[in-house]
């Protein structure tokens, strides 16, 4: 079996991986763009120099060697023909393959606002040569602009922010981290964020972007007419998914990106995918364990991805610690939310007919391990005849007379 791997990140690893446990003697090859494994979750860490590019590798030091991969290093793909099992490399090699995985991920998407995309002192943040390219800018450069108030563009903030620049943030949504988290816990970051100088501005668009005669960004002009200057545009506003390359391939895609099943098959019995790649904005153990799961169905193992949540994120933005699980912001009356507030610790869970739809903890993640329980053991939080915030390890500790552990209130 000849299997290839497309893309050197979270899923494409994950999954060389996994083809490697299951199957000890099948020739692997990886085929990437980036010269080196790193985690494009810490890349914020590389920017403020808490880390190197080294610590950033998420990999053993000797990966290649240890699961015997063929790594084709800085070398994109420009096509794949499904009916010849080909992969079509940008040199005009041809690579064949029994099983393909698709991994290639996402890039920075520009949006179309006038003057943006064409302006010389824009960039994304996505991949190391951003960080390089940011690095260098910040010796020279002092008020940056971050279009974006979600994951990425609060990681690029805190980066940008031990480089001793002057940051401004703009989202279009009314808080940071719409997706993610409620009003109440946005406004615990917001306040931080402002005391270390960030100004915010949300509910906004940018409307157009003002050129000098060389072509950079030297102010935006907003929906309202407000006009804020700065020497650097970061957009962190949204991603598209990388599959131009799959052009005439046949294989299916959605509006979003490349479509896969919950088995990581494609349109094509012998391709996967995993990742970014879809366009439904994975976080890193999502794209993980979709990695893992589509190299279990290439090498015959099977297996489905299965998770409980589309969304779930844990983050530590300025030393305050937070996870937030599916919908935190229920639009209809039908749900019901639970809060408690203890001094910074900020809880709420969300249910209905007795189901965790959606959940967030701030400040104190203790009860996470509860939570968890809570959701793996399908419970029905309605009928929980404790406060829901009081369930404690021991409530799961009966045991049955096949020695399983079950919950008992």
Known sequence: MKYVVIGASAAGISGIRELRRIDPNSEIILISKDKTIYSRCILHHYLGGIRNLKELNFTEDNFEELYRVEWIKGMACTGVNPKEKKVILEDKREI??????????????????????EAKNVIGFRDIEDVERLKEEAKTRKNFLVLGGGLVGLDCITGLMELGVNVTMLEMGAWLLCRQLDERAAATYQEAFSKKGVKQYYNVKVAEAVLDEAGEVTAVILDDGTKISCDYVVVAAGVASNIEFLEGSGLKTTQSGLFFDESGKTSDADVYAAGDVSGMRPIWPAAVKEGIIAASNMAGEGGKLTDFFATKATMNILGIPCMSLGDVNPKDDAHIVEIREDGDSYKKIVHCNGKITGAILQGDLAYGGILQQLIANKIDVSKVKKPIFDVDYSDFFHMKENFEFYYED
């Open 96 to 117: 064949a393959y029994d099983k393909l995985l698709i991994a290639t991920g996402s890039h920075t998407y520009i949006p179309p606002v006038k003057n943006l995309k």
